[in-house]
C-alpha cells in the first residue's frame, strides 16, 4: 500500500464534502424560515446566538473551507509540480475536519436551542447558563479538532511540496 494518493483524488473528496455540507446547511436554513419554529426570536438573545454562530461556522468552515482545501489540494500539481500527496495526512486532515465540523455545530446548536428555549420559558440567565454548562466543554473538544485537522493539512501541503 502506497503512503502517497494524487493529490486530485483527494480534492475530489473535499469538493463532494463541500456538496454535502452545501445540503446540509440547506436543511439547517429551512427551520429560520418557519415562524412557528421560534428559532428567530431564539437567535436575537443568549444563549440563541449560539445557533448563530453554529450555522455560520459551518457555512465558514464546513463549507467554503471544504471548497477552499479542494482549490488547494487541487493547485498543487500545477503549481508546485507535485502530482502526489502524503496519504495518511490527507485521509486524516479531511476526517477530522468533518467530524468536528459536525460536531462543533451540533453542540452549539444544542446549546442555542435548549438555552434560548429555557430563556422564552422564563428561566433565569444564571438557570440558563447552569442548564448549557455541560456542553460547552465538548463544543471546545470539537473547535479543537477543527483547528487540530487544519494545523494537519497545513504540514501536509508544506510536506508535499517539500517531496522530491
Not at 438573545?45 to 450555522?55: C, D, E, K, R
Not at 436551542?113 to 473538544?141: C, H, K
Amino acid at each position: 500500500m502506497s503512503n502517497l494518493i494524487e493529490a486530485r483524488t483527494i480534492s475530489k473528496y473535499f469538493l463532494i464534502l463541500a456538496l454535502i455540507n452545501t445540503i446540509a446547511a440547506i436543511f439547517f436554513t429551512l427551520p429560520i424560515l418557519i415562524p412557528t419554529s421560534g428559532i428567530p426570536l431564539i437567535v436575537g438573545v443568549f444563549p440563541g446566538t449560539w445557533l448563530l454562530i453554529a450555522y455560520l461556522l459551518f457555512l465558514i468552515v464546513g463549507v467554503i473551507g471544504m471548497l477552499a482545501w479542494s482549490l488547494v489540494y487541487n493547485l498543487i500539481e500545477s503549481i508546485f509540480q507535485k502530482k502526489n500527496t502524503i496519504k495518511k495526512l490527507a485521509i486524516i486532515h479531511l476526517v477530522f475536519v468533518e467530524l468536528a465540523i459536525y460536531g462543533c455545530a451540533s453542540t452549539m446548536s444544542f446549546i442555542g436551542w435548549q438555552g434560548g428555549q429555557a430563556l422564552r420559558q422564563g428561566l433565569s440567565i444564571a438557570s440558563v447558563g447552569f442548564l448549557i454548562e455541560p456542553y460547552v466543554l465538548p463544543t471546545g473538544v470539537f473547535v479543537s479538532l477543527v483547528l487540530l485537522g487544519q494545523l494537519i493539512g497545513v504540514y501536509n501541503i508544506f510536506s508535499t511540496i517539500r517531496m522530491k
